[in-house]
């Protein structure tokens, strides 16, 4: 029989998973046996790297079509909690709407949508095995997955009208502005307030969030002058799974939104140093972005304005993204990662402060 605890144990009902198992396996006669809850598989997206706040875990759902039974794993992805307890519900129907609405139009893969919900924002996806983990990403792909990157942004390059049709789509620089700076200001009160992260809480360190949030307007002004596009948010080898045999396939798009190309570089080279070693010199990296960036869709950077870029996207990033996962993050996960995020996120950070602020 199936399990009569599914209406409580998880945020979907028996007829919510049942339609959306019909329809993803295109079996009309499928009926629902069995649900429960099973390891989550290490080399799915996400499941190593997390530190948003987002629950990911997977269920062993059984079912019987046309008289023949079988297992599936799914993977069940629900929205993050915000500082103040709320669920993020909106970051959990951005992800359901890309996948949803937006995936014909993407020019690279997504997982297979089993089942979600638009007002609560919890989504199913289907589990891929045979991936090859992050940290063994070889040469070609990294070159494969910067391709991807270009691509999209290509695809979307000046269609900001366009992607105006997805309200869900955050605009960070445009309509959220606001409420964005808001939520960051809001997060360097707690992250100090609660002095968790005891290897932040410098007075260096200290200054130089509130001197983010400070300057923010000015930190934003050369990033809106830029062209917008549809972005992914959090591009980087984590968030792609890679087939041993295929072509990658990009989950976790909780952050997508219309917003300069650039901001999704400067996210995929700084995650790659924080948490890889990478087979592609980051170097390498950058100038394979511009070099096809250039040959697409023209953004018209030279050193200089590149530079200036890179930096104030850099900036923008560690203020309005990465300080909101500090306030929330167990201090635990973050004495790990402390040498490589001072090198990578703070001391840069730093230097661009000194240079444009």
Same mark, same amino acid.
């Not at 079509?65 to 669920?87: F, M």
């Not at 040959?295 to 050193?303: A, E, K, N, R, T």
């Not at 993204?321 to 001072?342: C, K, S, V």
């Given at each position: 029989?199936?399990?009569?605890?599914?209406?409580?144990?998880?945020?979907?009902?028996?007829?919510?998973?049942?339609?959306? +198992?019909?329809?993803?396996?295109?079996?009309?006669?499928?009926?629902?046996?069995?649900?429960?809850?099973?390891?989550?598989?290490?080399?799915?997206?996400?499941?190593?790297?997390?530190?948003?706040?987002?629950?990911? *875990?997977?269920?062993?759902?059984?079912?019987?079509? %046309?008289?023949?039974?079988?297992?599936?794993?799914?993977?069940?992805?629900?929205?993050?909690?915000?500082?103040?307890?709320?669920? &993020?519900?909106?970051?959990?129907?951005?992800?359901?709407?890309?996948?949803?609405?937006?995936? /014909?139009? +993407?020019? &690279?893969?997504?997982?297979?949508?089993?089942?979600?919900?638009?007002? $609560?924002?919890?989504?199913?996806?289907?589990?891929?095995?045979? #991936?090859?983990?992050?940290?063994?990403?070889?040469?070609?792909?990294?070159? $494969?997955?910067? *391709?991807?990157?270009?691509?999209?942004?290509?695809?979307?390059?000046?269609?900001?009208?366009?992607?105006?049709? !997805?309200?869900?789509?955050?605009? /960070?620089?445009?309509?959220? =502005?606001?409420?964005?700076?808001?939520?960051?200001?809001?997060?360097?009160?707690? &992250?100090?307030?609660?002095?968790?992260?005891?290897? +932040?809480?410098?007075?260096? =360190?200290?200054?130089? @969030?509130?001197?983010?949030?400070?300057?923010?307007?000015?930190?934003? $002004?050369?990033?809106?002058?830029?062209?917008?596009?549809?972005?992914?948010?959090?591009?980087?080898?984590?968030?792609?799974?890679?087939?041993?045999?295929?072509?990658?396939?990009?989950?976790?798009?909780?952050?997508?939104?219309?917003?300069?190309?650039?901001?999704?570089?400067?996210?995929?080279?700084?995650?790659?140093?924080?948490? &890889?070693? /990478?087979?592609? /010199?980051?170097? %390498?990296?950058?100038?394979? !972005?511009?070099?096809?960036?250039?040959?697409?869709? *023209?953004?018209?950077?030279?050193?200089?304005? @590149?530079?200036?870029?890179?930096?104030?996207?850099?900036?923008?990033?560690?203020?309005?993204?990465?300080?909101?996962?500090?306030?929330?993050?167990?201090?635990?996960?973050?004495?790990?990662?402390? %040498?490589?995020?001072?090198?990578?996120?703070? $001391?840069?950070?730093?230097?661009?402060?000194?240079?444009? #602020?």
């Amino acid at each position: 029989m199936a399990n009569i605890a599914v209406e409580s144990q998880w945020p979907f009902s028996r007829s919510e998973l049942m339609a959306g +198992l019909r329809r993803y396996l295109a079996a009309g006669s499928l009926r629902l046996l069995e649900i429960k809850p099973i390891p989550l598989p290490t080399t799915m997206p996400g499941a190593t790297y997390i530190d948003s706040g987002t629950t990911l *875990s997977a269920i062993s759902v059984g079912v019987r079509i %046309d008289g023949v039974e079988q297992t599936l794993p799914l993977v069940l992805k629900e929205p993050p909690v915000s500082l103040n307890g709320r669920v &993020l519900r909106t970051i959990g129907q951005r992800e359901y709407g890309v996948y949803r609405l937006l995936a /014909p139009h +993407l020019p &690279l893969l997504v997982p297979g949508l089993v089942a979600g919900d638009e007002s $609560e924002g919890w989504v199913i996806l289907e589990v891929l095995t045979g #991936l090859r983990p992050a940290p063994d990403w070889t040469r070609s792909d990294y070159e $494969e997955a910067l *391709s991807n990157l270009v691509k999209m942004h290509d695809r979307f390059h000046g269609l900001s009208d366009v992607l105006g049709n !997805y309200p869900w789509l955050a605009r /960070p620089l445009s309509d959220d =502005y606001d409420e964005t700076v808001q939520a960051a200001s809001e997060a360097v009160e707690v &992250l100090v307030a609660d002095a968790k992260l005891t290897p +932040l809480m410098q007075t260096r =360190y200290i200054d130089l @969030f509130h001197k983010l949030i400070e300057c923010i307007d000015r930190i934003a $002004e050369p990033l809106r002058e830029e062209t917008f596009t549809l972005v992914h948010g959090d591009y980087w080898p984590g968030n792609i799974a890679r087939p041993i045999d295929g072509r990658q396939i990009v989950f976790d798009w909780q952050l997508a939104g219309i917003s300069p190309a650039i901001l999704d570089m400067v996210g995929f080279v700084q995650s790659t140093r924080l948490y &890889l070693e /990478p087979a592609m /010199p980051i170097a %390498d990296m950058i100038l394979s !972005y511009r070099d096809q960036a250039e040959q697409l869709f *023209s953004p018209g950077w030279d050193d200089d304005r @590149f530079d200036q870029l890179w930096y104030h996207a850099l900036m923008w990033r560690l203020a309005t993204n990465w300080i909101g996962r500090l306030a929330t993050m167990p201090p635990a996960n973050y004495e790990r990662l402390h %040498d490589r995020f001072q090198h990578v996120w703070l $001391e840069p950070a730093q230097t661009a402060v000194n240079r444009y #602020l």
